[in-house]
Structure formats: structure tokens, C-alpha cells
């Protein structure tokens, strides 16, 4: 429908230019006088260009869009360079070029600098640049460049629209914390270069086997009878495995807790440790334990495209969600939230002797409630920690964890 538009709107307005260009001569053959023959030789120069711009195509125009790179974290710079070439001398008096981005881009830069007016004249190539200082988390799209001109007088306009898509994939910011490994907690999220420990630990059972089990664990007399490969479960007083559940619910403070989260992950990763990773959003996320730069790429790449849109609440989640259960490892749970049905929720991994720490996180000179205080008290009670966690503060968050 656009398109027919678009038809009828460009002949109408060449047909209402042949007529202007009618009407003029016919005036200064009827009227004669030198004003009516000024009036026609003065609007000559502009229909007829107006009329050479009537069967000039935008489509001669080549766009590119060029980009330092792909991948960025929160609050990087981004500078995009627009060129267009074309391969036609026709004269034009000005372009207005305007590169579409995504809502969220758009809301980064209010000034609108990514719409320009240039003016091209016979030149062949035309070039402008653009900045972004401040970019925020998530995946963002450039989507087309929109090229517009018209005549000195507006009789004859043109306008085209160049699909180029493109996207960018802009990581959360991260706070480096520093820790010692083995020092890290004290109720078994404790980092260990020696992984040999899980095969001194007493097997209690068996369970299916999953990517990244070692071919030592495997039951081969159990796999025989099940006709499918199962491991032995062992019993971990100890664990450098951990597993990061972020509270995807609505709320103010989203941002933070994807900051905290990227920070932890990070932290963890460079201690050889392993890291899984569950969101729950529209979305779901889950990331099966890795370590090693392939584990943080996963995790960083996910977070990225974090949203605070869950259906269900947090400690739904985790009741639910089968994903934590095929795992005995320790949990470290990051929301806003601090609610009584968050810790009876957690207790559940207690009780499989399973460490569990809650980050809460919360506003800079936002205070911790006396509710809050007592569900802390009442999660000491079943084995689990809770720390507060400031917004530019999150290394204070990992030493009220280790007090305890």
C-alpha cells in the first residue's frame, strides 16, 4: 500500500510541475510585459531541474556503513561512518541521509546525530560520521539508511530507503573483583585448582550421563543394564563448580544485577573454575557448567540479551525448573528481592547439602529493612548465607559474604 503511495504521490506532483510550467508561459504569451516574462524566466532554471529531478533514480546510490567492531560492553563509545557513492555526475543540491537504529540506540542519543544534511553537489562520494557515547546493554539493530532530496523549491521530492541490517551485540558492564582463590567462601563455593577431589568423594548414587562428565566416572555395569550411559554421583563436602541463577522479575534494579552477575562470572572464570548459568525471562537461559574463556563468552553473551521480563516469580523457578536439579554443585543465587518464599524455595538445595548464597541487590544509600534482616536470619538458619550488594560497591558484597 505504501508503495502505491508513493506512485501516485510522484506523479501527481510532476503532473501539478508540467502544469506550473504551463501556467507561467501561457501567462507572459497572454499578459506580455517584462513581469510576466521575469516571473516565467525565473521559474524556468527551478522546474527545469525540478523536471531533470523527476527522472533522476536514488537507486543509483551505493551505501555502506561501517563499524569498528561487533562486540562492546555497556557505556563503550560507538562511532558509525555512512558513505554513499554513486556513479552519475547529476547535481544535487542537498541530501538529508538518516541512519534507522533501534528504539533502544535512539533513546541512547537524543541529539539525533545519526540524521545529516549534506550537500553533495557533483561529487560522487559522500561520507559523514556519527557517535554514540554511551551505549546500553542488550542487542541492538541497525536497520536501513533513509536517503531524501528534493528540488530548491520542493516541487519534486525523493526518497529512498536502503535496507542494510546490521546488529551489535553490546556485553553489561563489569566491576573487576579481586579474591584468593580458596578463600572465596567458606561453605564450599571455595575455587580448587585440584579437581581430583570429586574422585576421593564417596559415590552415593548415579545419574544420567551429561556433556563434560569425565569417561572415569562413568558406571559402565549400570550403563549395560540401562543400555544408556549413566555416572556415579558423588558426595561433595567441597565443590569449585558453581551455579549462577539470576532473578529475571521485574524491577528497577535489573541493570545492577546483570552488572553483578557479568562481575561474579568473571571473578569465577579466572579461577579455572566452572560455571553454569540459569535466567528465567520470556526467554529462558540455561548455560551447563563451562570454564575457560568458551564459558565466558556464553555467559557474557546471554546477559547481554537479558531482559526483566519473567512470567513467573524467582522462587517459582526454582522449584521448578528441572535444569537445577541434574546438578549437586554450589548455588549462588543474585536478586532484588529478599522474600520468605525465596529462602524456602533455596532450602531445597540445602537440604541436598548443596551450598547456597543469595546476593541482593540494591540502590546506593538504600537501606536494609528489618524484614529483611529477619529473612536473613531465618536463611543463616538453614545453612545458607545472604550478603547486600551496593551498585558500585559489589567488591564490599563478596567481603560480607567471607565474615559470614
Not at 520542493?154 to 541490517?165: D, S
Request: charged share 25%; aromatic share 14%.
Amino acid at each position: 500500500m505504501g508503495e502505491i503511495f508513493q506512485q501516485v504521490k510522484y506523479f501527481w506532483k510532476l503532473f501539478m510541475l508540467l502544469l506550473f510550467m504551463i501556467m507561467t508561459f501561457s501567462y507572459a504569451m497572454f499578459q506580455g510585459g517584462f513581469v510576466s516574462w521575469f516571473l516565467f524566466y525565473s521559474f524556468l532554471p527551478c522546474s527545469f531541474y525540478a523536471l531533470c529531478l523527476a527522472f533522476y533514480s536514488l537507486d543509483d546510490f551505493i551505501v555502506e556503513r561501517s563499524l569498528t567492531r561487533w562486540e562492546y560492553h555497556a557505556d563503550d563509545g560507538l562511532t558509525v561512518k555512512i558513505t554513499l557513492k554513486r556513479k552519475r555526475f547529476f547535481p544535487l543540491l542537498f541530501v538529508i541521509v538518516e541512519d534507522c537504529l533501534s528504539e533502544s540506540l535512539e533513546k541512547a542519543m537524543p541529539n539525533r546525530k545519526h540524521k545529516a544534511f549534506l550537500f553533495p553537489g557533483f561529487n560522487k562520494e559522500i561520507s559523514y560520521s556519527y557517535r554514540i557515547e554511551k551505549l546500553p546493554r542488550g542487542e541492538h539493530d541497525l536497520q536501513a539508511v533513509r536517503i531524501f532530496t528534493s528540488d530548491l523549491l520542493g516541487l519534486m521530492e525523493k526518497e529512498k530507503t536502503i535496507e542494510l541490517n546490521e546488529s551489535i551485540l553490546v556485553h553489561p558492564a563489569y566491576e573487576k573483583l579481586m579474591f584468593e582463590s580458596g578463600n572465596f567462601y567458606e561453605q564450599g563455593i571455595r575455587t580448587s585448582n585440584n579437581r581430583i577431589q570429586r574422585e576421593a568423594s564417596i559415590v552415593v548414587g548415579i545419574r544420567e550421563y551429561q556433556p563434560g562428565d569425565r569417561f572415569s566416572w562413568i558406571n559402565w555395569k549400570a550403563s549395560a543394564r540401562r543400555n544408556g550411559l549413566v555416572t556415579k554421583e558423588f558426595e561433595q563436602l567441597q565443590s569449585d563448580d558453581m551455579m549462577i541463577i539470576m532473578d529475571c522479575s521485574k524491577d528497577h534494579r535489573f541493570e545492577t544485577i546483570v552488572s553483578f552477575t557479568a562481575s561474579l562470572g568473571q571473578a569465577i572464570f579466572q579461577t579455572d573454575s566452572h560455571v553454569g548459568f540459569l535466567a528465567m525471562g520470556t526467554e529462558r537461559a540455561a548455560i551447563p557448567l563451562h570454564g575457560g574463556a568458551v564459558g565466558r563468552q556464553l555467559l557474557f553473551y546471554y546477559l547481554a540479551k537479558a531482559k526483566d521480563d519473567s512470567p513467573i516469580p524467582f522462587d517459582r523457578v526454582l522449584c521448578t525448573d528441572s535444569f537445577l536439579q541434574q546438578h549437586k554443585l554450589s548455588y549462588v543465587l543474585v536478586t532484588a528481592q529478599l522474600t520468605t518464599s525465596l529462602i524456602e524455595a533455596a532450602s531445597k538445595f540445602a537440604v541436598r547439602r548443596c551450598p547456597v548464597t543469595i546476593f541482593v541487590i540494591k540502590d546506593l544509600g538504600e537501606a536494609i529493612t528489618s524484614g529483611e534482616q529477619a529473612i536473613k536470619a531465618k536463611a543463616q538458619k538453614h545453612g545458607m548465607r545472604v550478603a547486600f550488594v551496593y551498585k558500585e560497591h559489589f567488591s564490599a558484597g563478596l567481603m560480607e559474604v567471607n565474615r559470614g
